[in-house]
T-cell receptor, first 114, second 114 residues
Framework: GENVEQHPSTLSVQEGDSAVIKCTYS??????FPWYKQELGKGPQLIID?????GEKKDQRIAVTLNKTAKHFSLHITETQPEDSAVYFC?????????????FGTGTKLQVIP | KAGVTQTPRYLIKTRGQQVTLSCSPI?????VSWYQQTPGQGLQFLFE???????NKGNFPGRFSGRQFSNSRSEMNVSTLELGDSALYLC?????????????FGPGTRLTVT
């Protein structure tokens, strides 16, 4: 089955700096890669996603890149703010045998220091 | 448009009891998935329902079951509760299941088994 590895597990950055979180996946059939932000006491919130036919996608301060050959994708947050502090999850998803399979990474706890 | 709602938000049960959790997806979404989130195991897929039928199931014992109603609302049931079932149970809805699509999570139900 699919295996998703996520690094680092914790990340501290100064406010205004950039943060990068990296994930690798094992199943080349995965074709959809969402990123989620989970704040304390809340469910994961979809913040950005990318499909396998796209190499990069950007939404304001957040961007995601995908390297299909190397089977890795990354989340980039620029000009970090204290409210970016949360746990971030990557996921790899594929549609197989009539159903969708989603595998999550183990999460990265991001702390933005004011 | 209202988001995914889950009830109850918090629940305390004792070993051996059973529990039923409820999830109302985003209006128009027909796919509902359930996940268990624990500090040690992360986000683990339980099962997915679409059009009142279970379409996919994760590696959980038969004590975990679910169902979906004609209005797409879903319930999850855990029988003979064990201490290890203490977790945050998350429900996620998707527009459909034909392709790998974005999932929107609810706030979760925090279950504590004593």
């Amino acid at each position: 089955g699919e295996n998703v590895e996520q690094h680092p597990s914790t990340l501290s950055v100064q406010e205004g700096d950039s943060a990068v979180i990296k994930c690798t996946y094992s199943d080349s059939a995965s074709n959809y890669f969402p990123w989620y932000k989970q704040e304390l006491g809340k469910g994961p919130q979809l913040i950005i996603d990318i499909r396998s036919n796209v190499g990069e996608k950007k939404d304001q301060r957040i961007a995601v890149t995908l390297n299909k050959t190397a089977k890795h994708f990354s989340l980039h947050i620029t000009e970090t703010q204290p409210e970016d502090s949360a746990v971030y999850f990557c996921a790899a998803s594929l549609h197989s045998g009539g159903y969708q399979k989603v595998t999550f990474g183990t999460g990265t706890k991001l702390q933005v220091i004011p | 448009k209202a988001g995914v709602t889950q009830t109850p938000r918090y629940l305390i049960k004792t070993r051996g009891q059973q529990v039923t959790l409820s999830c109302s997806p985003i209006s128009g979404h027909r796919s509902v998935s359930w996940y268990q989130q624990t500090p040690g195991q992360g986000l683990q897929f339980l099962f997915e329902y679409f059009s009142e039928t279970q379409r996919n199931k994760g590696n959980f014992p038969g004590r975990f079951s679910g169902r979906q109603f004609s209005n797409s609302r879903s319930e999850m049931n855990v029988s003979t509760l064990e201490l290890g079932d203490s977790a945050l149970y998350l429900c996620a809805s998707s527009p459909d299941r034909i392709y790998a699509r974005e999932q929107y999570f609810g706030p979760g139900t925090r279950l504590t088994v004593t």
